[in-house]
């Protein structure tokens, strides 16, 4: 029987050699992160609170999700391998570990979502995403929850959840006071952390009609995002925004932008000279690119409710 | 090259063809056919050849100094084939199998790359450019699906080859195929036939500084078994744009090799051609030889033998049979089970060796965010070297099964036998690293439990009693603090039991991968025997009736193959030597 002799690698050259750093940071946002996002996560990383917080989420989730997460169905290389490659693939382009990825019912809903810290965090995908979502578009999807890891939303968004929670309606005056100061700071930040993991959605998926398509499919449901014509379905939403512009203040209360929004967002961020840097890609000869400083600012302006 | 070199050819080539027409040589009528196109033209031919995504266009309009005459994409081309020549202004064909063609505006042809419309076989573009003034260049994907003997022709109407590799994916197992089984054997054939050849290693700024001396020796020892040493140039992606290229060394390496290769693009060509001849000819002395030794037999042998073939047809599929269960043997429980246990055997050394690891890192963040990855990249490295390992052995044994069919033929009546090379050809073995999750696991300390228990009575607590809420945050705090050092120890346990499941896992998937392709494989090969078998039986019945046919002729015809064997291919060696001697 032939024996093995070869020497195994070990785990400090595996750091040294770059690890599965991907397009992850170490410390910090990563480098297609929305610069707000990134300040925002700054800030409150540097606060005492972040070890605290860190240590009790990781505990609400076992108290309130434990069941949950124990039997939904778990994503791996024996159940749905095709999306547990494209689980891993996003996992390695981004630098992140492979999540803990998992699916089941959830509502009748088709979406994904992210949870947990910065120790464990899960990925969930709805049955709905599942069955109706081609796997390109599902690509983005899962490109844009494992965006959440990579860029360490988790913990804030898991706080964010606990702090909107209609639950907590009868809090004191003083607490619901501090809920709905604290609660519009970190509503801001979801909607700008959101458009970062848009973009790590496209750095993942590679095709921006996709990651439209995936978009839209969002909001168009069961009925599919195919017979969607996604320039004309903008024009409308740019034109209904102007007539119902005393609504506007409402976005201040969302988690996400606007999915035209997003679309225009991504938009932006495929003619940027960051993401063809970020793809490794060259730039189609004859397209002048977005600076970053451009991008910044487009972004800015139109994230702004 | 001289006009007399130029006439000598000539000639070669016709006496080739005639040799080849006498002994029906199709493979060899077909090569003098693709010579002779190839030497009609005047210019250099060179070929542009690697996978989709290695940077062939971006590398190819770095050559003929034309930063956008193709569209450099995100997206992967379709595998066609563009042949870019000469003329004042650009002009862009589409030519169609049927023979059709159709003109294309230049804007038009990034849309033509990504979706040909049906049909099409090739890309014509015409350019203006020094390059071009001087030799035709043709880009080939590798992701084309094409046979072995068309990328053969390609080969031969080539006067020099360069292989785009792609820094990031380096040596995809059809790449290595293409260099073993086609450029190598094409190459190695003759003396010099590498310097014909330049493999550019491309987006070599996609690949970390440290590692880039790597990679040049990785492709050098891959390319060691060959004995080929061509010139290899790394070059960066993003350099290639036009920006700083008088100054920036890759774009001076590339000017560097045209340079040379203009220089030396006449004694190329001569020599593309004549190593070609040199092949032909060896392949015809082989061919004589067979068809001499039929021709030697009596009538009565050759009606013997194919009475005894007819009689034979159980033994034969009797030996089939027996040949794929060896076959089957050695893959699905000699190999395997070999495999196997190396898992098994990794898994073990990986498994004691993990403590270690896990404790050589001190950040314990650092530890839970990269111990995944590191676990599969070791597992990634094992199942790559195995595979070759793996493809090697199966060639042995196919060596083997090659010399069983020649004898067992040659019990029937000294007949060639099959080679089961190309079987092997066509298949490739998934060695991509295998992924796993690593489940989460906590560290089992009290005082954690307790830290823990504190920490989520605070949160509830902070809404409606804000002063228990941080009283209760921070008494978990302490409680983390005190016992530290021994949380973190537990943690660290946790950690590597993760690790060892994930270890366990990823054995469970190789050695479930490496059943799958060897059941895969050992299926493809039964089949490819038996038509192996099957086919060389029929070309000794087909040699036997030429034979019989032949009646009185035979005197006459061994003597047209003896003077073949001793006068027309020696003159024909000698003649290539004295061609090469003068060079």
């Known amino acids: 029987m032939t024996t093995l002799d070869e020497p195994i690698m070990t785990f400090q050259a595996y750091l040294e050699a770059g690890g599965d750093r991907g397009l992850g940071a170490e410390g910090g946002s990563p480098p297609y992160a929305h610069p707000m996002d990134g300040w925002i996560l700054k800030t409150l990383d540097a606060m005492p609170v972040k070890h605290v917080l860190d240590t009790a989420i ?7 999700l434990g069941r949950f997460i124990a039997q939904s169905i778990p994503i791996d290389h024996k159940s749905f391998p095709q999306l547990y490659e494209l689980v891993s693939e996003c996992s390695e382009r981004l630098g992140i570990a492979v999540p803990h990825a998992l699916m089941g019912s959830f509502g009748g809903s088709f979406n994904a979502f992210t949870a947990g810290t910065d120790e464990y965090n899960f990925l969930f995908v709805t049955d709905g995403l599942l069955k109706h979502f081609p796997l390109p578009e599902a690509h983005f999807v899962v490109g844009h929850e494992c965006g959440h890891i990579a860029a360490k939303h988790l913990i804030y968004h898991t706080l964010l959840e606990a702090m909107t929670d209609t639950a907590l309606g009868i809090l004191r005056p003083a607490a619901r006071m501090l809920r709905l100061v604290a609660g519009t700071a970190l509503l801001a930040w979801s909607r700008r952390s959101e458009i970062t993991c848009d973009r790590a959605g496209l750095l993942c998926c590679g095709d921006l009609q996709v990651a439209e398509r995936a978009l839209v499919g969002l909001v168009a449901g069961f009925a599919g995002a195919k017979e969607v014509d996604i320039d004309q379905y903008l024009r409308r939403y740019r034109e209904m925004s102007d007539y119902h512009g005393a609504s506007a ?6 988690t996400h932008p606007m999915i035209p929004k997003r679309i225009e967002g991504l938009r932006l961020f495929a003619r940027s000279e960051l993401y063809f840097e970020l793809r490794r890609e060259a730039a189609p000869a004859g397209v002048e690119l977005l600076s970053r400083a451009e991008l910044d600012q487009l972004t800015g302006e139109l994230v702004r409710p | 090259m001289t006009a007399t070199t130029r006439s000598n050819m000539d000639q070669l080539l016709t006496e080739i063809e005639e040799i080849a027409g006498e002994l029906n040589d199709g493979p060899i009528l077909d090569g003098v056919e693709t010579l002779r ?17 290695s940077g062939r266009s971006t590398l190819a309009n770095s050559l003929l100094a034309s930063f956008d005459l193709l569209p450099r994409s995100a997206v992967l081309k379709q595998p066609i084939t563009l042949a870019l020549s000469h003329g004042e202004s650009p002009v862009v064909t589409l030519r169609y199998g049927d023979g059709r063609s159709m003109a294309l505006s230049s804007g038009d042809l990034r849309q033509a790359l990504l979706e040909p419309p049906d049909g099409v076989e090739r890309i014509e573009i015409l350019s203006p450019g020094d390059l071009l003034e001087i030799c035709d260049l043709r880009i080939e994907s590798l992701d084309a699906s094409r046979e072995n003997g068309e990328w053969r022709d390609i080969l031969r109407a080539s006067d020099y ?19 073993r089984e086609l450029l190598a054997p094409q190459l190695a054939g003759t003396r010099r036939g590498w310097e014909r050849t330049a493999i550019v290693i491309n987006k070599m700024d996609l690949v970390n500084e440290d590692e880039r001396e790597e990679v040049l020796e990785y492709v050098r020892r891959f390319l060691g078994p060959f004995a080929g040493e061509p010139p290899l140039l790394a070059l960066c992606a993003m350099h290639q744009s036009g920006v700083g290229s008088e100054t920036n060394p890759a774009a001076l390496a590339v000017r560097s090799l045209m340079a040379d290769l203009m220089s030396r693009r006449v004694p190329l060509r001569g020599r593309a051609i004549r190593e ?30 194919v009475e005894e073939i007819q009689a034979k047809q159980k033994w034969t599929q009797g030996r089939i049979a027996r040949l794929q269960r060896s076959i089957d043997g050695f893959l699905q429980t000699v190999l395997r089970e070999r495999l196997w246990r190396q898992a098994e055997q990794f898994a073990d050394r990986l498994e004691v060796q993990l403590p270690d690891e896990v404790g050589s890192v001190e950040d314990l963040a650092t530890v839970r965010r990269h111990l995944g990855g590191y676990v599969e990249a070791v597992w990634g490295a094992f199942l790559e070297r195995r595979v070759e390992e793996a493809r090697e052995s199966i060639e042995q044994e196919l060596e083997r099964v090659t010399a069983t069919i020649r004898d067992d033929l040659a019990e029937l009546i000294g007949g060639a036998g099959p080679t089961l090379r190309e079987a092997l050809q066509s298949v490739a073995m998934e060695q991509d690293s295998p992924h796993v999750f690593m489940g989460p696991r906590r560290g089992k300390h009290r005082a954690s439990n307790i830290a823990r228990a504190l920490s989520i009575h605070g949160l509830i607590m902070l809404y409606w009693s804000p002063l228990l809420g941080i009283l209760s945050l921070a008494g978990g705090q302490v409680i983390q603090r005190a016992f530290k050092g021994e949380i973190g120890r537990a943690n660290r346990e946790a950690l590597t039991a993760s690790a060892r499941a994930a270890n366990r896992e990823l054995e469970d998937e190789v050695k479930r991968r490496i059943g799958t392709q060897l059941s895969a494989l050992s299926e ?6 038996a038509a192996a078998f099957e086919e060389a039986v029929g070309r000794i019945t087909e040699t036997l009736d030429e034979r019989s046919g032949m009646g009185h002729d035979v005197v006459g015809r061994r003597r047209r193959l003896t003077e073949i064997l001793q006068q027309r291919l020696p003159r024909v060696h000698a003649e290539l030597s004295g061609l090469e001697a003068a060079e």
């Open chain 1, 58 to 64: 990781d505990t609400l989730i076992s108290v309130q």
């Open chain 1, 249 to 254: 203040w409402q976005e201040l209360f969302y």
């Open chain 2, 37 to 53: 196109e190839h030497r009609s033209s005047a210019k250099m031919q060179l070929l542009l050849v690697g996978t989709s995504g």
């Open chain 2, 161 to 179: 080859i360069v292989l785009v590799l792609n820094a990031s994916a380096l040596l995809s197992e059809k790449e290595k195929r293409f260099i």
């Open chain 2, 276 to 305: 070609a001849l040199e092949i032909m000819v060896r392949e015809l002395e082989r061919s004589a030889m067979t068809a001499d030794a039929v021709a030697a037999a009596e009538e009565a042998e050759v009606r013997a033998a």
């Open chain 2, 524 to 529: 493809h090969l039964q089949v490819a025997v």
